[in-house]
């Protein structure tokens, strides 16, 4: 199976930035699409962004589009999230997750079969 452990993560202030990675080990990380999605205290996670690997075609939600971008490096086997002008409402745990096979939907958890522990991203006003 693929394993994703996620770094990065820290505490910011408001117009801050972080950048996020995902190191992947396993097979066929080159050919998953791949996503960040988050978490804060008392909310569901919720979808960040996603990559695709036949494309490269991101997309975002539309809260981050603008500030966030998703990247990958598919011979160094990571994903990355670069965080631009981060609001205190971006505060989360962030994950990292690969679609295994099949997935064709980008913004739902369900169609992710791997996902990493998470790193903490905290940005106070």
């Known amino acids: 199976q693929v394993q994703l452990v996620e770094s990065g993560g820290g505490l910011v202030q408001a117009g801050g930035s972080l950048r996020l990675s995902c190191a992947a080990s396993g097979r066929t990380f080159g050919s998953y699409n791949m996503g960040w999605f988050r978490q804060a205290p008392g909310k569901e996670r919720e979808f960040v962004a996603a990559?695709?690997?036949?494309?490269?075609?991101?997309r975002y939600a539309d809260s981050v589009k603008g500030r966030f971008t998703i990247s990958r490096d598919n011979a160094k086997s990571t994903l990355y999230l670069q965080m631009n002008s981060l609001k205190p409402e971006d505060t989360a745990v962030y994950y990292c997750?690969?679609?295994?096979?099949?997935?064709?939907?980008?913004?739902?958890?369900?169609?992710?079969?791997?996902w990493g522990q998470g790193t903490q991203v905290t940005v106070s006003s």
């Open positions: 990559i695709t690997w036949f494309s490269g075609t991101t």
């Open positions: 997750a690969a679609q295994g096979s099949g997935g064709v939907v980008l913004d739902a958890r369900r169609f992710y079969d791997y």
